[in-house]
Structures are given as C-alpha cells and as structure tokens.
C-alpha cells in the first residue's frame, strides 16, 4: 500500500513501505546524504555498511516499519527520504528515526513522511514512538514541536534530546496509514 503526496512545487511524492528490491535506492539515498545530514542522522560520522542497509530494507515486519520517499528522476525512482520505527522490548513502545535528502529538508516532506509513520504505528498498536536527535539539530527539533513531540534533554549527555509522543493523544491530519510492502 501506498500514498501520493504533492510537494508545495508540485513535485509528485509517494510513500510507501520500504521492501528487499529497495536496496540499491537505499544505498544510493545513503551515498547521497551530505557528511553533516549523515552525522546528524547517525550522531557519529560513519558510513553504513551493505550489511546494514540490506537490514534497512529487508526489516522484521512484526516488529518494525520502514516508510520511504521517492520522487521520479529522469524516469527513475529516487528515494528522498526515509522514516522508521523499531519496536522496544517493553510493549507499545517504539524507536522512530527519519533522514531527508538534503535537498527535500524544509520543504514539507518531513512532516508528511513522519506524520504517515505516526499513523502506520497508531493502527499497528503502539501507544508511544520515542526517538533522540542531536540538540543542535534545529531541523529535526522543530519537526518534533509541530507535529506534538514532547522534547526533554537527555539527562546523561548535554548534546542530545530525547522526542517522545503519546500516541493516543495524537490525530492525523491528512495522514494515512501505510503498513504493507507494496
């Protein structure tokens, strides 16, 4: 299942389960992430190895979900985002992360691909999606303020925030659920 999303400039967007035959986009989408956007999204500055990206697209549907953003490019799909969640050992509680290519930062994507997320784990029966961010990550903070994250420094590292959302309190607005691989 999929949903289609138009950017403010028109720009066709569709979101959709990542799935195994996603890897070479992802890898791609990962090659080209600026060194700052990669750091931030990895708060460290390595690269991810084929190992770990065929694990971003062939995930444990029981107990994650994996959205992506692509856009067609010179009649090829492009991934411009990715949005995810992986499932704690305590029960209703998830991770989130989300990355954007650098050129779809501030245009309206992270707040369409996360809210997508959001719905996906609301109907998959999570009560709450936490994630961390670097503090300086201004992007990043403020897509969690406006979409209803709580924020709190992390009482054991000055350079990071912890994002939490209750997802009972949350309503979607305009987002749908997405939770199958095409």
């Known amino acids: 299942m999929s949903e289609t999303w138009a950017a403010a400039d028109g720009t066709i967007i569709t979101i ?6 996603d890897l070479a986009i992802e890898r791609e989408f990962v090659r080209g992430l600026s060194a700052s956007t990669g750091y931030r999204r990895l708060m460290s500055a390595r690269r991810l190895s084929l190992e770990e990206l065929r694990h971003f697209t062939k995930i444990d549907q029981e107990r994650e979900l994996a959205l992506i953003a692509t856009t067609p490019v010179q009649g090829k799909e492009r991934q411009i985002g990715v949005a995810r969640y992986v499932r704690e ?19 309206g994507l992270g707040s369409k691909l996360l809210s997508s997320l959001l719905a996906a784990a609301k109907n998959n029966g999570l009560r709450r999606l936490v994630g961390t961010t670097m503090s300086e990550n201004a992007g990043m903070l403020a897509l969690g303020r406006k979409l209803g994250f709580k924020l709190a420094r992390d009482p054991d590292s000055a350079t990071i925030t912890n994002l939490t959302i ?17």
């Open 166 to 182: 209750d997802l009972a309190g949350w309503s979607p607005k305009g987002a749908s659920s997405i939770d199958d691989c095409r």
């Open 16 to 21: 959709r389960p990542v799935c195994p035959e």
């Open 89 to 107: 050992s305590s029960p209703g509680d998830a991770e989130f992360a989300i990355v954007l290519s650098d050129d779809w930062q501030g245009r």
